[in-house]
């Protein structure tokens, strides 16, 4: 059974430690801000100039002015604090950033991310703040699906489209698995209730190896 967007959400918020400075890419990842444990403090960072961005507003609540880097409306917490850009990018390129949370197209065992395309009618047609964030974050998790919309492998043994960071990625959540990404390989941590390793092993381009703890993905 694969996990629902929210649930892979929820799965990656309950691995960020207290007290990580953390970015939330467009897209997927921005569910993870809806997904905050209570009682951890987790700040999170928005390249258009935020430090402290909260939840998804309640509808009917939002604020036109508060907006993340994706144009999604956004709360901010208590205390939190809002800049321009130069500062915003400052913080992204000095390494202040203990984590950031892209989606990605393909994703390849050294670590290789490909997160964006120059296909005519893309909504985002150019890498934007990405390759910044890939490059200055101390660690980069990706979350995508297993498989494209024509069921083709996003896990692959080299990335085909134009990298946006080389070897930075340490961690993959997909519908499917938890897969840590290190020396060269794939590694399964954990996998969606009711999926095989013969199954993820037929839905990935790459080859893949499982952790001899190998549990099952377990959300709240």
């Known amino acids: 059974m694969s996990l629902t967007r929210d649930q892979v959400a929820a799965r ?3 691995d960020i430690p207290e007290g990580w400075h953390v970015n939330l890419g467009i897209g997927w990842p921005e569910l993870v801000a809806n997904h905050i ?6 700040i999170l960072h928005s390249e258009n100039g935020i430090l402290g961005m909260g939840p998804t507003p309640a509808p009917g609540t939002e604020d036109r002015n508060m907006i993340n ?5 956004i709360t901010a917490v208590k205390g939190a604090s809002f800049f321009d850009h130069a500062q915003s990018f400052a913080i992204v390129r000095g390494g202040h950033l203990d984590l950031c949370v892209l989606g990605a197209y393909q994703v390849a065992p050294n670590g290789d991310v490909a997160n964006w395309s120059r296909a005519a009618g893309d909504v985002l ?3 934007g703040g990405a390759m910044d964030l890939a490059a200055g974050a101390k660690r980069i998790w990706v979350v995508m699906t297993h498989c494209d919309n024509r069921g083709g492998p996003k896990l692959l043994e080299r990335c085909a489209f134009p990298l946006t960071g080389a070897g930075v990625v340490s961690r993959v959540y997909t519908e499917l698995a938890v897969i840590d990404v ?3 390989a794939f590694t399964v941590r954990e996998l969606a209730p009711g999926i095989t390793r013969d199954e993820i092993s037929a839905r990935s381009g790459a080859p893949l190896a499982f952790d ?3 549990r099952e993905m377990v959300v709240a």
């Open 182 to 184: 290190a020396d060269g």
């Open 69 to 73: 880097a994706g144009k999604k409306p």
């Open 212 to 214: 001899p703890a190998l």
């Open 125 to 127: 047609p150019s890498i």
């Open 12 to 14: 990656i918020a309950a």
């Open 37 to 42: 444990p209570d009682r951890r403090e987790v």
